[in-house]
């Protein structure tokens, strides 16, 4: 479900065919499930290494209305 939506149809119906295969069919209910608990429990994703992610806040040049380039700041 999760996949389909990012727009993976392919990577959707692979992960369902391995579901059917392995014979349980309530798996992906139970994915969809956790899902709604993790987005509680980490509402902005964790990093590759697994720490959470703090929410998105502007910098300060932007607070101050400035213009920095990339890597400029």
């Given amino acids: 479900m999760m996949r ?3 727009g ?8 369902a065919r391995q579901v059917a295969d392995h014979g349980n ?3 992906l ?10 987005s ?8 590759p ?8 806040q502007p910098s300060i040049s932007a607070l101050l209305g400035r213009r920095v380039p990339p890597g400029m700041s």
């Fill in 8 to 15: 993976d149809r392919e990577g959707a119906n692979s992960l």
């Fill in 25 to 27: 069919t309530n798996a």
């Fill in 4 to 6: 389909e939506e990012a």
């Fill in 40 to 47: 509680r429990l980490w509402p902005h994703g964790l990093e």
């Fill in 49 to 56: 290494d697994g720490t959470p992610i703090p929410p998105w």
């Fill in 29 to 38: 209910y139970h994915l969809a499930g956790m899902r709604v608990v993790l």
